[in-house]
């Protein structure tokens, strides 16, 4: 599932990637998206920005005002301990 803009609700799809934000729940094999404000479920997931949870094997992200939990997390924008396994949390 494939978005042009921004994602008010739910996406889901094997490949989710909204080109703007998303403002609930995306769920799929591998998620993409500028912003998220809520939920990221999948396998591989990266945004720009997180304010929620990311739940993954992989979860990438730039800024995180929230919580990751996944094999490897990454805080790109974190100054020390940009990778971190299992959980990572900055409010």
Do not use: M
Not at 37 to 58: D, F, S
């Amino acid at each position: 599932a494939c978005t042009q803009g921004n994602v008010d609700g739910a996406q889901i799809g094997v490949f989710a990637h909204a080109k703007g934000d998303v403002n609930g729940v995306q769920l799929g094999v591998l998620n993409c998206a500028g912003e998220v404000e809520g939920l990221q479920l999948g396998v591989v997931n990266y945004t720009k920005e997180v304010e929620g949870l990311q739940l993954g094997v992989l979860n990438i992200t730039h800024e995180l005002s929230g919580l990751q939990i996944g094999v490897l997390n990454v805080q790109t924008e974190r100054e020390f301990w940009k990778v971190l396994p299992i959980v990572n949390a900055s409010f």
